[in-house]
């Protein structure tokens, strides 16, 4: 474990809602995350951190695509099976801890891990959708990120249920009802800057979410 205290002092930095908060994980939380889930635990945080670094002078598409890919690799698993919880957004040092999580947290880890990688904050909403599972027959809830090339374009979605970014025209298994971001939320139903709803401080779980993620920082790790 002496190779949790070689890492070097200059973390990926995320201004969110106003606030300089640390992405990356320090020496600390490392070794807490070691002790708890183990040396593999550590890898994957490890390889994130690689990954952020990496990402800097490369092109948005590809910085979509080597996000998208890295997490999509986690298993998916319900929050009643994770964290015994019927509803819990797990930050991105949780969700690489413990080895998997459910939507909600693969669109969030992807959300930040992006703005950690210098896409622009506008480009990048975290989306309510209602997806259609056919063995089902049924619709149910779900949450995807969607990029915005522009402001008013359509947008390309992240989705750990399937591999490859599409285009939103072409997830017609998809029914978007609401969107949000550090800067808002919105109805899904409109692009740009319109149709704002209120504030993503309005959204309990976003509040629980930014509060553990700086705690973390100090060392406390679920």
Not at 136 to 141: A, G, K
Request: with cysteine; glycine share 6%.
């Amino acid at each position: 474990m002496k190779r949790l205290f070689l890492w070097s002092a200059a973390f990926a930095v995320l201004a969110v809602a106003g606030v300089e908060m640390d992405l990356l994980p320090n020496a600390r939380t490392l070794e807490l995350v070691g002790q708890r889930y183990g040396l593999a635990a550590v890898e994957r945080l490890s390889a994130w951190r690689d990954l952020v670094l990496h990402l800097g002078g490369a092109g948005e598409h590809e910085k979509l695509a080597q996000v998208n890919d890295f997490f999509n690799r986690l298993p998916n698993i319900s929050d009643s099976d994770q964290w015994a919880r019927r509803d819990y957004w797990a930050t991105p040092v949780e969700l690489l801890a413990a080895n998997g999580g459910d939507c909600e947290d693969f669109a969030l880890a992807k959300y930040f891990t992006l703005r950690a990688a210098g896409v622009a904050p506008d480009r990048l909403r975290v989306t309510y959708v209602r997806v259609w599972r056919p063995q089902l027959s049924r619709m149910e809830p779900h949450m995807v990120l969607a990029y915005y090339p522009a402001p008013e374009s359509e947008p390309l979605i992240l989705d750990n249920l399937i591999g490859d970014i599409r285009p939103a025209a072409a997830r017609t298994d998809l029914a978007p009802t609401m969107s949000f971001n550090a800067e808002g939320l919105w109805s899904a139903k409109q692009r740009g800057q319109h149709g704002k709803l209120g504030e993503a401080s309005d959204i309990r779980h976003w509040n629980d979410l930014l509060a553990r993620m700086h705690h973390e920082k100090t060392g406390a790790i679920r």
